[in-house]
């Protein structure tokens, strides 16, 4: 930090290459083009591959805001598809109803949204997205350190859409994204785009926004980019104790993990019938439990749609957050699992 505010240099810098060219290797591919929220670089990947006005991108509808925010803010009309109930994520017999649906007919890519750390069901979706001809891109805000088949999510399709806000697996000290891709051309476009079109300083080529990396993120970031492989590994040790503890409490359904995939655990996400009895009763006694998400994208009026979501709508009343980062005391698991036991036993 002190570096950065002696060099006099800002946004777009020497630590924002760096941290690019770092970034992009520990995935292993060739490009990481940073902006300034995981929110930007879904706009700013889908105005990179052209997609925008007149155009139709699908997302699932158990999902952040943020998704259906970006999607909207790059012209493009947002759709929605239900996910699997049982891994969160998109799923791929609703994407195939809604494509072939005459509401699909336009519809140029669709976003999977790889929820909580858990990787989609990518193989699956390709073969749908392959058959009708529409891009699939990936949402990794939350899959830092996830695994599909051995790959790095992120990896898998023409481009992928980071966050680093700071709560994420790899986090800032406040709003941070990244697009990253092993497109050479795209990777020029995305550059272009996120600076006002600019092919050269002040000359715009196309129509861009503002949305770049200030320097201290990127200096933040690169600090905490060699410690993300073992943060990510606590979180699955963490996520390994909660599983053995409370697998006989039967008023909780644990998470799973996709075969042949690692979970990143950005989230240990459990649910529930009384959700909201049983988070209640964790703030009584202390335990910082939250809901993520309260509300499925359908339901809200901003995006608000007429499909139906079942599997969407029964997990926004069922899904609840249990305390997990790679920083939590060792002593709090079995505080936090005595708790939910109680609530079983009550």
Known sequence: MERVMRSGSYILGEEVSAFETEFAASLGVRHAVAVASGTDAIEVMLRGHGIGAGDKVVAPAFAPSAVAAGILRSGAELLLADVEE???TLCPESLEAVLSSPAGRDVKAVLAVHLYGQPAAWDQLQKVTAAHGVLLLEDCAQSHGAFWQGRPTGTLGSSAAFSFYPTK????????????????ELAGRLRQVRQYGWHERHVSECDGVNSRMDELQAAVL????PGLTENVSRRRQIATHYVLRLRSCRA??????RSRCEHAFHQFVVRSSRRDALLQHLHARGIPATVHYPVAL?????????????ASEKLAAEVLSLPLHPWLKAEAIPTVCEALEAFNHG
Request: no cysteine.
């Open 86 to 88: 049982e891994m969160f």
């Open 169 to 184: 697996n790899l986090a800032a000290l406040g709003d941070a994204g990244a697009v990253v891709t092993g497109d050479d």
């Open 222 to 225: 690169r600090v905490k980019l």
């Open 252 to 257: 909780l359904r644990l998470p799973v993990t």
């Open 298 to 310: 359908h339901q809200q009026a901003a995006f608000r749609s007429n499909g139906s979501f079942p």
